[in-house]
């Protein structure tokens, strides 16, 4: 296993067109989130799946995002009419069902720039 | 609304000294506190954690001290490594949720 995936690295996009983030966990982990990072910030969450169950959500994502995990295995986040102020990192980790303390594992990111 | 507070935006220490950094929360709800560490161009990487109903954990070079009074914890790394130089996040969780503050970025000079 060769950690978390995510694809693509890098997108620029112009303003008002929809992207789509994917990211592969873990295999064994049942635990997916995403989280937003801006310059200078640490990370902040988006939302959070138990297999294919989304079970919390941030009020930082707004109607124009979606985030899905068919089959409790990859996971996509969806940004809708994108706006300048999406130009972020998107990160995805996943964690097994063990204590939260044993900490997340992160993929690298994809690095998102709205021009 | 800022849970988790990293005060300090960075951090320089000499190689084999040792590097202190801080991070202060104001929710007493939290079950653990974890700090990660990022390099540039990868995600953050968990290194130690503490949970709440405890006061020090230690792996290694880096021990992790919790001061639920004063809602304060600190990661102490001794002796500091120039590999060690990286962005530090102090994170707490909250459900399964966890909220992360800005970071400190540690300089160790060789």
């Known amino acids: 296993d060769t950690g978390v995936s995510q694809d693509p690295r890098h997108k620029i996009t112009k303003r008002g067109q929809n992207v789509t983030f994917r990211c592969d966990p873990i295999?064994?982990?049942?635990?997916l989130y995403w989280y937003r990072q801006t310059l200078g910030q640490g990370p902040e969450f988006l939302t959070y799946?138990?297999?294919?169950?989304?079970?919390?959500k941030s009020r930082l994502l707004s109607d124009r995002f979606s985030a899905e995990r068919p089959k409790g295995s990859f996971s996509t986040l969806e940004i809708q009419r994108t706006e300048q102020g999406d130009s972020a990192m998107y990160l995805c980790?996943?964690?097994?069902?063990?204590?939260?303390?044993?900490?997340?594992?992160f993929g690298s990111g994809t690095r998102l720039t709205v021009v | 609304d800022q849970q988790v507070k990293q005060n300090s935006p960075s951090l320089s220490v000499q190689e084999g000294r040792i590097s202190i950094l801080n991070c202060d929360y104001t929710?007493?709800?939290?079950?653990?506190f974890l700090w990660y560490k990022k390099y540039p161009a990868e995600g953050p990487t968990f290194l130690i954690s503490?949970?709440?109903?405890?006061d020090k954990n230690e792996d290694g070079r880096f021990t992790v001290f919790l001061n639920k009074s004063a809602k304060h914890l600190s990661l102490h790394i001794v002796p500091s490594q120039p590999g060690d130089s990286a962005v530090y996040f102090c994170?707490?969780?909250?459900?399964?949720?966890?909220?992360f503050g800005a970071g400190t970025r540690l300089f160790v000079k060789a």
């Open positions: 980790a996943s964690s097994p069902p063990t204590e939260l303390g044993d900490g997340y594992t």
């Open positions: 295999s064994e982990h049942n635990r």
């Open positions: 799946f138990q297999n294919e169950a989304q079970l919390e």
């Open positions: 929710n007493s709800m939290f079950d653990y």
């Open positions: 503490i949970s709440s109903i405890k």
């Open positions: 994170a707490a969780n909250g459900g399964f949720k966890t909220i």
